[in-house]
């Protein structure tokens, strides 16, 4: 628990912090942001509401939210020159290089402007970053299909918005549906923030340096594209797929448990839940709920999911080890049913996770005891030795 944490100055330059946006218990499955349950806000919020409340401290009134809301959708739209980052890509590039590469430019137009020192600043680049990340993901996929871009209405909400952008066309218009647009709302808030994770401990490190904004979520979304963090999302659906029928389960499940097999389950296991993932429960309710608002039921993939957790939960190398289905377990099968491509789900989780990075950031900044990252090594390399010139060598 935190009391066991002497805060020591000196621990910040190790990259280690305090931070008063997110809790998680572990060993209970318990995930706080501002002090507030994950349940309780997928359950009741807007993602805006949450990004507000991450962001700020609280959960906004009535008419902060609107302001937010307001805010949000009239940054949405990027700088008309931007458009052309994504034509110097090939059209299969992987979306996650596509944005990792088109947020790090957002430095060239947005940066100048920005004094880190000003807070005011900060909010701003802050805001930016929130509201074109939908727009930005929506464009990748769109470049990849050879379709023009679709751009942000204001009349949508972000949820819609994200969903308009990504599948509609100026030959037909999409119509959300206000029960996918919520299942968004709530998969984006079960994605917001994690603590010090892989990537916004990334993030915090490049920002400790004082560099931009945007190009410390551009190392974050780096980061996060790896299978073992953000990636396996994507890793899941490849390896459900991979699985095909439920009689090939026990020959997978063999594969994780070997030592010398480098497959891992994807979808399971965590640094630091030792119990159910409080956000994979939800994931899976959302799962059901959007297969049914679809018509689908009966989708494979799903049952195939569901029977290797049922088997994985009862085997003893999963049980002794506490490993349990994380947050990307069932998260692929429900962008899969949404009609959003496999390489797509991790800008998804990159395109929620901007909220907890962006707010970290601001965070870190605002510390006083702040220093630049410079985590500690153990020295196993050789002792000092003479130097052989090169004639001399062997
Ligand atoms: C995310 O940090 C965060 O908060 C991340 C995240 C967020 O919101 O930011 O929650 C998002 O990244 C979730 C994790 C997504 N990744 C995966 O699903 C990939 C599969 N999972 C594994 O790669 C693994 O579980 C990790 C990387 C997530 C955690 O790895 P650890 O820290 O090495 O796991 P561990 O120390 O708890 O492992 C204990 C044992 C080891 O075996 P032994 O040495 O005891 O024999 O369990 C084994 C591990 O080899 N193990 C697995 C396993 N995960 C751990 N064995 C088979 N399959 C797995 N998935």
Redesign the pocket.
Known sequence: SQDIFTYDPGYMSTGSCKSAITYIDGDAGVLLHRGYAIADLAENCSFLEVAYAILKGELPNQAQKEKFEFDITRHSMLNEQINFFFRGFRRDSHPMAVLCGVVGAMAAFYHDSIDINDPHHRMVASYRLVAKMPTIVAWAYKYSLGQPFMYPQNKLSYAENFLHMMFATPCEEYKVSPVLARAMDRILILHAD??Q???TSTVRLAGSSGANPFACIAAGIASLWG????G?NEAVLQMLHEIGSVDRIPEYIKK?KD?DDPF?????????YKNYDPRAKIMAQTCHEVLNELGVHDEPLLKLAMELERIALEDEYFVS?K?FP???FYSGIIFRAMGIPTQVFTCLFALARTVGWIAQWNEMLTDPDQKIGRPRQLYIGSPYREFVPLNKRA
Do not use: I, Q
Request: glycine residues 12%; aromatic residues 4%; hydrophobic residues 40%.
């Open positions: 994690h603590e994770n892989a990537s299978p073992a963090h953000g396996a994780a030592k891992r389950l994807m979808g399971f296991g965590h640094r630091v080890r490993l994380n947050v990307d």
